[in-house]
């Protein structure tokens, strides 16, 4: 019996640690550690606003954070109904006259959850009968106190490439719309919809031929039901992709002085013709024809003068071209009107704004959208002198003289984005960042972007930001880099099928096996104890 019992426990000391150590050779465990344990503050619910009879306009003020938000939770009725960095959410789809409770939380980067904020209750409007308008240009609304309230195109501009076109538009009063679009007056290669009522619109077309003529049609509702067609049109797609190979500038940055906007940057050491600045009121240009060009030239400075009249926010993109034509996927900086100074969302959108990063920050995901659901951050790569890295790989060492390239499978992420953007820590300063755009690469494989080197040794941090036509984040995913001399970049192989342990685990591991011995040990002797005592009697 007590031979029995001895090899029973021998079996489960020595082989099931083996027969575990084998199995788990099939999977990858990642456990996610951070220092970071303080949640946000609690932001306040500001304003619970019903626009119309299917929609209500939610706004909340601005969380802080030790570090820095990831973004918001808006609850309805206590249910968690969407994830935005944004301080602003419509909620669209809803019944007529039905009260609804609002309420939202904040998250930050390291997943720590603020309280929830005070709640505000509103009621949807009455879905009154629909009104016949006999003009094509303007409609008139009557609203329950008697005003009157037009819609009517206050701007228009669509900005084609050679397989997408890019629609602006701003109205004279809310309206949701309807975009038709096709090679005849028919307009039936495609339609796309926009459900929330609002004053500005943007909107992206995909999968268009090169080099072709599509005809559009523009119609508008309003909440009370009435539809009015805004605009018919035609536009002609580019005949050919540009490459987006060209690095593009570095330490980018609008600061505010007063109405002015001061733009600075630093050309990067390639050939090129020059490099133009676009500024747009309705988010980042994501081309050198989206929206007003205010500079074309070669030099590292431009004042934008008296630029804040009926806008509080200006975008920025700086874009750098050769002789042949080339673009780069361009540079992004904002300006806002009632700040002091901004300088390419430095202090917005840096992770570490005070302190130095200590400890690796693991790929994150929030998911708002299910397309996304598949995404792996397998995808993403980062390209310098033929090496390939990706998030998942546990380090990565980048020559700080060197450019790289950043890239994301085309197939990976949902057709229809407004825009990726990727965010690069200054390892000399972490209060301050740069941010550039993703764009499709010549081949059409690949969101691409491609970094001239900034020339300082440290540690840094990649953020990727997938925002789709909402302004809502889709995917965040984060990555410390370093940048190191070449000479102390590791040339070691890294074979991924086998086991490698730090010292730490070693040690951890040596312990147990110490305690296995002992037990054993221990179980021996009370063996030959016993042993001894049958054969004495």
Known sequence: ????????????????????????????????????????????LLSATATAATQIDVT?????????????????????????????????????????????????????????????????????????????????ETTSGGSTRVVRLKDFSVFPTPTEATFNWNTYGSSNYVLRWGRSNDYNDGYVAGEIYKDSHKTLVTGLEKNTIYFYELTANTPSGTNVLLKRGQF???????????????????????????LSWKLPLVELDSVRIVRNYFGYPKDVNDGVVVYDGVGEYFLDKDVFLDKDVLYYTIFVKDKEGNVSSGAIARAVKVTSSISSDNEESALVPTEEIKEEVKPSFTENDISLKDFSVNSIEIIQNGNINTFLDEKIELSH???????????????????????????????????????????????????????VVGLSQLRIEVFDFEEQIVGLYTKQIKFLNKTQISEEVV?????IYSFK????????LIVL???????????????????DK
Not at 239 to 261: H, M, W
Not at 447 to 455: G, H, I, K
Not at 495 to 499: A, E, G, H, L, S
Request: hydrophobic residues 40%; negative net charge.
């Open 60 to 140: 909340w003020s601005t969380s802080t954070d030790n570090k820095a938000v990831g973004g918001y939770v808006l609850l309805r009725d206590g249910l968690a109904i969407a994830t935005t960095s944004l301080t602003i959410f419509s909620d669209t789809g809803l019944a007529p006259e039905t009260l609804y409770s609002y309420s939202v939380y904040a998250f930050d980067t390291a997943y720590n959850i603020s309280s929830t904020s005070n709640s505000l209750s509103t009621t949807t409007l009455a879905l009154p009968p629909p009104i016949i308008s006999t003009s094509t240009d303007n409609v008139s």
């Open 401 to 455: 003289q060197d450019t790289f390239t950043l890239s994301i499978v085309k197939k990976s992420l949902p057709p229809h984005l407004k825009s990726i953007i990727v965010t690069l820590i200054d390892p000399t300063d972490h209060r301050r960042s740069y941010s550039f755009l993703l764009k499709l690469n010549s081949e059409g494989t690949a969101y691409e972007a491609t970094l001239a080197p900034l020339n």
């Open 517 to 535: 011995l002992i037990i054993l040990l221990i179980i021996f002797l009370l063996y030959r104890r016993n042993s001894k005592e049958d054969e």
């Open 505 to 512: 685990e070693f040690t951890n591991l040596l312990f147990i």
């Open 236 to 262: 002609k797609t580019e005949a050919e992709i540009k490459s987006i190979s060209l690095p593009n500038v570095r330490f980018f940055s609008a600061i505010v002085k007063n109405s002015d906007v001061e």
């Open 1 to 44: 019996m007590i031979k029995r019992i001895f090899y029973s426990l021998f079996c489960l000391v020595f082989f099931t640690p083996i027969l575990v150590m084998a199995a788990s050779g099939d999977f990858i465990i990642q456990v996610n550690v951070s220092d970071d344990f303080t949640p946000p503050s609690t932001p306040t």
């Open 495 to 499: 074979f991924p099928d086998k086991i």
